[in-house]
């Protein structure tokens, strides 16, 4: 058998969010990422999504480690799921493994997970595979592509990233390295294909500085600033700001809170002194020396801001002494959680800035021109565009085709797909299962049958028709009981209540001339009738539950 | 008592949606739209809201008539439900009326209903008002203003505007006869705020007839542009463009149908000899001679475009061969709908064009600029922002401050609020019943308590403890039955359905123990031992309902 390398997407690929890749040769496996997903819409009751790792369950002794690129959830989520069903090493830089560290602690596993901090330049071997972390810009520190080197040449997997020459805080991408890797040769390119969408080039978070020093100036209000929690560069400008301004700087919302206290304890922030404040305290400065920095930037409704926009925040009052600040774009589909914040803070009076024709925010992803640029240093033999919806993916394979990767060399694939690479071709023809797990509150796996159900009970309720039957005879007692929930309001639906026992009673007495005397038998003639009812008086199809037994 | 005007918004003030306006003077009322309002995602099996008009109810003697400015449904659709609990003529223009008729056909209130068509310039009286339509643009045609002369001076209300000089067909809005009532003086403006966050000017319609052009020459591939049914003139440039390139046009989707058939009835489109096919006769033609409009440009899960993208759609078939063109913006919240249309899209192979970055569509409502020029045309002593949620009332009242509008003329309302208007000032203290009216389809109103159930069914499932007991002695007969649905899956969870029964027999035997003989008050304990050991197995709150009888 010729050897060859095996790369199987087991989230990421077709969809935003979940990010895992598993990368194998002969008798070894190493893992990019383990990210959860979020729940869409359609997923009542779900609370998290992680990808299906049943693949790596059968081959958990080829797994040699964990590689995270980055702290966000998309790529840290599911570290816990994974590792309590495959034991391994895992493998990355500080802040990640910092933020880490918070989750393991949370699933009482601190102490039984072997964690090895690297530095942007590491080289480190596992089994077949040697890795090494090369610095890239994104929107959270410690984010590093790898470039990886195995027996059939090297692959480089860019993480999340964007070119941002004149970062924060940190180092900038290390172009040139991956200028060297290109002239060295790689076989594979994996890329971010998140924002592949977008035309022109990166914005530097520098920007974002600058608009928050115009909208302090001469600003006599309180300020508050909400943003994404992990973006600890974006958290450093509005408390270089604010210091600046002569400002002192109180932070509310737990991720805000713990980020914080991550970052400062490994000597990620840079905090003038005497700057930072307890949220309890600072309130009894003036409101033009004030800045809150809140959690809440999509709206979501446990997060400080929602609280401070219905007054249910125990420190904060909103009023027409402040000035909010939401520096973060919407995720798609959470528009409207935030337009609803918005709303309510401008109904307790106060001045909401989110426009967008401003620079309020910046994107952590490369955009085509950058990607054009990460194509042209790298120039892979073959090509696989990664982290995206299928019709970015489809649009990265054509970038890299401009950029003059062989069409022939491109494979757009999906999760589970075996994408199959010798120092000549690419292809894919196996498939291994994967897909999502979905997790209720804490307990356990949302199966398809209990989601289905809870669609229906969302749509049009339940009801439960109770009927004791006397043994032998079948005669019923007295009249049928029934019980709905998420249906129709009983008290104004008395006729339509009773109509529903008579045909329940008449189905009864239809078995009993029919001589059909098994109970399941007469329990599904009770149901249909009262279902096929229903959904001629209300064209809804409630789940109708008969309970029906001998006494 | 000094006579004043009343203005009661039932709708479309703090939100987006369901417009209705009600003006009053001494025993005269006149209602502008009754629009419907679309559920958010909270709204479980919700599929229509109304406005709630119990106001009109009270006051249905007063009532003398309904004025709609455009067709579009946030203005028409809740006509039927209104004209069903209040009797009075409808006034609009040509369009409108009949799109009404097809509405009112289906609820077989046709003949039942006195509807007065207008043209823009007509001038008419109902009770004490004198009702002008005046000529706008927008999305649809035979959009008016209204100029509404009281016994206490002139109303305007804008309706949905913009300023488009060069519309596709039909008027230009009438710029003049609002500078000329500006001059003689106007009382109060209503105006729309949809786009208020939007700086500068219109785009005019005709770019995007641009736009097609450039999309239709030298392409070989067969074109499907999906846009809203209701965009005539957009309708009638994909035409125009699809001649001039010598191909033949065909429609699918419902509404898509309904509004050729209305506009080729009242002769509102202008079709060059033979363009128009049949759906089931064009495919009969090379595919670079096809056009297919389609309905579907928000992702709607039935529509044309949807059923095509996921192979259901009776007549076409996608594949490499279609250039997909969406002209059309999402609705906020819509947006994950529609991106799963158009990756499914591409999966099939298809050309998908949606880029924002080229000119695909234009917006139907004023932004800043325009809005200004409305202000500078009308000049009027009172302002009251209408259409749109609340930051947009907020940023449209500064508009109107900026334009030397006098701050205490200025009045930001919300649906129910009566603003009280004399010759010198604006205010509100009276607040009447308003707010939305849930509808299920077809069949009756969703009230808070049925929503509630829906929710904590969609979340957390429901189960059902049946449990016989003996008269008088209260002992169990046999082991209790449960029943799940949306909660877990029970072949999965034998042990927890177990430990179930057993917790609700030691609740029936305390009872027994306390003496507690009543039926209820052992419900009741049933009902809470079994959800509080629930919560702290599984963190879910599942609907309990005991099912507990003597037998």
């Known amino acids: 058998m010729v050897p060859k390398i095996k790369i199987i997407p087991l989230g990421g690929l077709g969809e935003i969010g979940k990010n895992m890749t598993v990368v194998e040769y002969m008798n070894d496996i190493i893992i990019i990422d383990a990210g959860m997903g979020f729940p869409d819409e359609s997923m009542y009751g779900v609370d998290v999504v992680y990808p299906d790792i049943s693949y790596l369950k059968a081959n958990a002794s080829k797994v040699r480690g964990l590689i995270l690129t980055h702290g966000h959830e998309d790529h840290i989520g599911a570290v816990p799921y994974l590792l309590k069903q495959i034991d391994c090493p895992v493998y990355t830089m500080a802040l990640t493994a910092a933020l880490l560290e918070l989750k393991l602690e949370e699933h009482d596993m601190l102490y039984t997970t072997q964690i090895f901090t690297k530095k942007a330049g590491s080289v480190f071997r596992l089994g077949c595979f040697t890795i090494e972390f090369i610095n890239v810009n994104h929107s959270i520190p410690d984010t590093v592509a790898l470039a990886i080197t195995t027996?059939?040449?090297?692959?480089?997997?860019?993480?999340?990233?964007?070119?941002?020459?004149?970062?924060?805080?940190?180092?900038?991408?290390?172009?040139?390295?991956?200028?060297?890797?290109?002239?060295?040769?790689?076989?594979?390119l994996m890329s971010d294909s998140t924002n592949v969408e977008k035309p022109g080039h990166s914005d530097p978070e520098m920007k974002v500085g600058e608009s928050f020093d115009k909208l302090f100036t001469g600003c006599s209000k309180r300020i508050i600033i909400t943003t994404f929690a992990s973006n600890v560069h974006r958290l450093q400008q509005i408390i270089n700001v604010a210091a600046e301004h002569g400002r002192k700087v109180a932070v509310t919302g737990r991720s805000m809170e713990n980020i914080m206290r991550v970052c400062s304890v490994i000597g990620y922030m840079d905090l003038p002194e005497g700057v930072l404040m307890g949220i309890d305290e600072i309130s009894s400065l003036p409101k033009n020396k004030q800045v809150i920095i809140s959690t809440g930037s999509q709206g979501e409704s446990m997060s400080a801001l929602h609280r401070m926009a219905f007054s249910e925040h125990k420190q904060i009052q909103i009023d027409s002494g402040d000035r909010i600040i939401i520096s973060a774009s919407a995720i798609p589909g959470n528009e409207n959680m935030i337009t609803r914040v918005i709303d309510a803070l401008y109904r307790q009076g106060a001045e909401v800035i989110y426009d967008r024709h401003t620079d309020l925010h910046v994107s952590g992803h490369a955009p085509q021109e950058d990607l054009k640029m990460m194509l042209a240093l790298v120039r892979p033999k073959f090509f696989v565009p990664v982290h995206g919806e299928y019709r970015m993916l489809v649009k990265h394979a054509e970038l890299a085709k401009q950029m003059g990767v062989s069409p022939n060399n491109i494979l757009i694939a999906d999760i589970g797909d075996v994408i199959e690479i010798n120092k000549k071709d690419i292809w894919t023809e196996q498939k291994v299962q994967a897909g999502e797990v979905l997790l209720?509150?804490?307990?356990?796996?949302?199966?398809?049958?209990?989601?289905?159900?809870?669609?229906?009970?969302?749509?049009?309720?339940?009801?439960?028709?109770?009927?004791?039957?006397?043994?032998?005879?079948?005669?019923?007692?007295?009249?049928?009981?029934?019980?709905?929930?998420?249906?129709?309001?009983?008290?104004?639906?008395?006729?339509?209540?009773?109509?529903?026992?008579?045909v329940a009673v008449a189905a009864v007495e239809t078995c009993k001339e029919q001589e059909i005397s098994d109970l399941s038998a007469i329990k599904s003639k009770v149901k249909s009738s009262v279902a096929t009812f229903l959904f001629k008086k209300t064209k809804c199809s409630p789940i109708v539950l008969p309970v029906i037994f001998e006494v």
Chains 1, 2 share one sequence.
């Open 151 to 188: 027996p059939l040449g090297v692959i480089v997997h860019t993480a999340d990233f964007k070119f941002d020459v004149t970062p924060v805080a940190g180092q900038r991408i290390d172009i040139a390295r991956f200028g060297e890797l290109g002239k060295e040769g790689v076989l594979l």
């Open 440 to 502: 209720d509150g804490g307990f356990g796996e949302v199966g398809t049958v209990v989601l289905n159900d809870r669609h229906r009970l969302a749509t049009d309720g339940m009801l439960v028709i109770v009927m004791p039957l006397i043994a032998e005879s079948h005669d019923y007692l007295g009249d049928p009981e029934i019980v709905t929930r998420g249906f129709i309001y009983v008290k104004d639906s008395e006729k339509l209540i009773e109509e529903m026992k008579q």
